[in-house]
């Protein structure tokens, strides 16, 4: 059952890509030739990461974007290579920090080989993003992709100062949340609109705005399915968050109106004497439906937002498809 | 006694880069400027960095290189930076792959905070050191800068692969020790010579040789160290590599040369069951004074092999300086 509703869901998504399924193709391409490899140790891993390619978001909303907003330039395919590859380059070392174990149904890259390997690995996949930035026609790309990765770096560090901050206001997990993820689908949908110089200010802005909303919103569900989705749905580990001391939005507004009583058995379940599974502990130590239900609205309401942003477009399949891609986002179980 | 060693080698060098105190200096600014940040979690880390400052080598060499070959481009201090930033970034994730406790007598960031946050740092550190490069005038930095660290990581990438390779021969040892260490000091004098244009291709190429050859006598000097050297003296954890399952040149050759017998006692230093001392077993194993004396006579024509390079240059204090600093890397205790 789960398998047919996923199967559903692909089929939905291939449907809203339609639009760029050239540039898509052309990225595909382009991402492989850039992580292939002379040296027997290296090639290994990049084709290993070939098996976690998963939906290819961020890429195509830069073409998505770009079509959107009338930009046809020949290189929107690298430019939406860079960012895939950089995207591959945070989860190699977002499997790291979070100690995961399995990604997309594959092993991660700090399972198959080791946490070493994997460092290596995300850093080699930086520097190949970057260099193919600097070999497009426009510098618009590495300025653009350099600044994003340095708020990505600094949302996770901020995180990571985060453990167990259940007193943290909406705001600063939003911050970090924003800074962690929303960041990349930002710079996708700005360099799809602007590419290789903005000459539409305005219609930029939008879709970066458009961009920052639903990556916030994308985040918020995937902190929701981390705390009680179903692994073998999920397709990936979960439970990490609470493992990891990461108190997430459904949480943090569940502690903020709960008495001292179930604060005190929440932070239990967070606690380093904890042994066993988190998650169910968290679960009989407050009811999570309610903090959910406001979670999963806060992410429905970014992506109205952002379906708002696309106004000052013109109707085109790829608008269309823009804004069905919010709520793709909303309903994922992956 | 050592102390006073070392207080009189800071002072030869500190007289080596006179001809270029103030590019240093702007470079030092530069480099304080672009890790500061506003977030006090990120603030903090930054901060600690500056406390292992080290010799700033690779800085010197771009600004002597520059110097030597006539070229006196304003933005020569940023240049500088840039590679000492991303050199900053390989000594945060070397120090995570290492396990590094002690850095030029300072707690490594992966031990004063974890892991997950040196590799953020390292990270945050990669993305400043492009950010500041694609601000630069010529694209030239970013151009030369990201295919070095491709090849810093695809050296340690192979490292990895390699580990207790005891039957590895001798150029492939150097080819690893090369690309994670002689990149860098390449592509400082590459860089030097030529930014923002290339307008004498010998001169650069030249220069270019000259820093890989004394960039891999560095690293070969830095294998012996971490075999035979004192942690007191050198100023970082020693042994590392040995209990890493490195396999550097002065055991490499030691190995080729001994009976099984020996042989055995040596696997036996680098095993899985061992516990203790691994450089106090590897030394009762063998003895590796011929194998150092090897390496460090492989590092000294090296030196020499460069030190050639520099004839096609005019004479100046900064050529001088130059072919001084092999020596100096040579003598290098720390």
Redesign the interface.
């Known amino acids: 059952m789960k398998a047919l509703t996923n199967r559903i869901r692909d089929r939905r998504l291939a449907q809203l890509l339609e639009p760029v399924d050239v540039g898509m193709e052309q990225m595909r391409a382009c991402v492989s030739s850039e992580l292939a490899?002379d040296?027997p140790?290296?090639s290994e891993?990049t084709e290993h990461l070939g098996s976690f390619r998963g939906k290819q978001l961020r890429a195509a909303l830069v073409l998505l974007a770009a079509r959107a907003a009338g930009n046809d330039h020949p290189e929107l395919p690298q430019v939406a290579s860079v960012i895939e590859m950089i995207h591959l380059a945070t989860l190699v070392?977002d499997d790291?920090?979070d100690g995961a174990e399995v990604r997309r149904r594959v092993a991660c890259v700090n399972q198959r080989?080791?946490?070493?390997?994997a460092?290596?690995?995300?850093?080699?996949l930086?520097?190949?993003a970057?260099?193919l930035?600097?070999?497009l026609c426009s510098?618009m790309v590495?300025?653009i992709l350099?600044?994003a990765?340095?708020r990505i770096?600094?949302g996770?560090?901020?995180q990571?100062?985060s453990r167990r901050a259940f007193e943290m206001d909406v705001e600063q997990y939003e911050y970090i949340a924003a800074a962690k993820t929303a960041t990349l689908y930002r710079a996708a949908c700005e360099l799809g609109a602007a590419y290789p110089a903005a000459d539409n200010p305005e219609q930029v802005e939008a879709l970066a705005c458009f961009g920052e909303e639903v990556g916030l919103a994308f985040q918020i569900v995937d902190d929701v399915l981390d705390l009680v989705g179903d692994q073998e749905a999920v397709g990936k580990s979960v439970g990490n968050d609470v493992e990891d001391g990461k108190v997430t939005l459904p949480v943090l507004t569940t502690y903020a109106s709960a008495d001292e009583s179930v604060r005190t058995a929440i932070r239990a379940a967070y606690g380093d004497e904890f042994s066993g599974d988190r998650r169910v502990a968290l679960r009989s130590a407050c009811n999570l439906d309610a903090g959910v239900d406001r979670a999963m609205g806060r992410a429905r309401d970014l992506v109205a937002q952002a379906n708002k942003r696309l106004n000052c477009l013109d109707a085109s399949p790829s608008k269309a498809a823009l804004s069905m891609l919010g709520d793709y986002v909303l309903e994922r179980k992956w």
Chains 1, 2 share one sequence.
């Open positions: 490899s040296h140790a290296v891993m070392h790291v920090l080989w080791d946490n070493q390997v460092v290596l690995l995300g850093d080699l930086y520097a190949r970057f260099h930035s600097t070999t510098p590495s300025e350099s600044r990765t340095q770096c600094e996770e560090i901020i990571a100062g």
